[in-house]
């Protein structure tokens, strides 16, 4: 008997410490199964830095990005310059600190297209029937069977000089990378929404909204759409990755950015020839690229894992 009555006090106190964890929040939910993932979280703090470096860099070293200066060409990586220089001698520090700057926002900007134009895509298929759901979807597999590098190759070169003439040189071009990535990145974006609304339209919750009258753009709104936003910001996160690779390309093949803008995919492209010689010059470009890809990757990965209620973390 004394052994149960000590033993009372340590049962009765578990209850409340139960009852206390499972009071959380399903964000702090997810937040702390993120933070258990600690890829994904050292990639938060990798890209924070990094993007931390990119917009306070340029106002710490405030070397012009085209700056030339031919006693300095192809120096290794020093104090004086840090990442070393190019073949005119530009500091190759600011350069990359710039570029960081447009590969960045072409890759969130190119996501937030995507993203935006397949959950718009998605959920009017998912929550139509009969011919305007077959017609999306048809849309959809047409662009998913087109062969995306020659096309953006192809609508670049077409309407590179056009919208250069129309916006400016450097603005012309970021608009037109932007839509011609993020119109080739909706689709995976626009399957994944409408699979979630196919399931989600049935369940009880909004079979409840429907009897109490709610129409249904209030349904999609209030009710599907946040239950359906899991996979679509994993989506998100490979999209930015994606897009950052697919302008480094298009620089690399000289069809991005001219060739004054230092792109991490232009200072690449001119580095190719001096691999032997500066390797410094491509290195540190690649570097970011290959960081900055790595950690979006694995974020989203820990979002996925996250956000997943049947996985146990």
């Known amino acids: 008997m004394a052994g149960l009555?000590?033993?009372?006090p340590t049962v009765e106190a578990a209850v409340p410490l139960a009852s206390r964890g499972r009071r959380f929040s399903p964000g702090r939910e997810s937040l702390r199964r993120?933070?258990?993932h600690r890829l994904a979280a050292m990639s938060v703090v990798v890209?924070?830095?990094l993007a931390l470096s990119i917009l306070v860099g340029p106002l710490v070293w405030r070397v012009p990005i085209n700056e030339i200066d031919f006693t300095a060409r192809l120096s290794a990586p020093s104090w004086e310059h840090p990442f070393g220089t190019d073949?005119?001698?530009q500091d190759l520090l600011a350069r990359t600190l710039y570029g960081g700057r447009i590969s960045l926002a072409v890759g969130f900007a190119a996501m937030a297209v995507a993203v935006i134009a397949g959950t718009i895509i998605g959920a009017i298929a998912g929550m139509s029937r009969g011919s305007v759901d077959a017609a999306l979807m048809w849309i959809t597999d047409l662009f998913l069977s087109l062969p995306q590098l020659p096309l953006l190759l192809l609508v670049i070169y077409l309407f590179r000089d056009f919208l250069r003439g129309l916006v400016g040189p450097e603005g012309g071009v970021f608009i037109l990378i932007v839509l011609v990535i993020g119109g080739f990145r909706w689709m995976p974006v626009a399957r994944l929404v409408r699979a979630q609304f196919l399931s989600l339209r049935e369940k009880?919750?909004?079979e409840a909204a429907r009897a109490?009258?709610?129409s249904n753009l209030r349904l999609v709104v209030r009710h599907i759409l946040p239950n359906a936003l899991g996979p679509v910001i994993v989506?998100?996160?490979i999209d930015v990755a994606a897009a950052i690779i697919a302008e480094s390309t298009l620089s690399f093949l000289g069809l991005g950015f001219p060739p004054d803008i230092p792109t991490w995919g232009r200072l690449l492209y001119d580095a190719k020839d001096y691999l032997d010689i500066a390797p410094h010059w491509a290195l540190f470009a690649g570097g970011a690229i290959f960081l900055t890809v790595l950690?979006?990757?694995f974020i989203g990965d820990g979002l996925r894992d996250a956000l997943d209620p049947r996985r146990v973390m």
Do not use: K, P, Y
């Open 5 to 8: 009555t000590h033993a009372s």
């Open 34 to 36: 993120f933070r258990r």
């Open 47 to 49: 890209l924070a830095v």
């Open 87 to 89: 073949d005119l001698g």
């Open 204 to 206: 009880e919750f909004v």
């Open 212 to 214: 109490l009258g709610a």
């Open 235 to 237: 989506a998100g996160t």
């Open 295 to 297: 950690a979006i990757n």
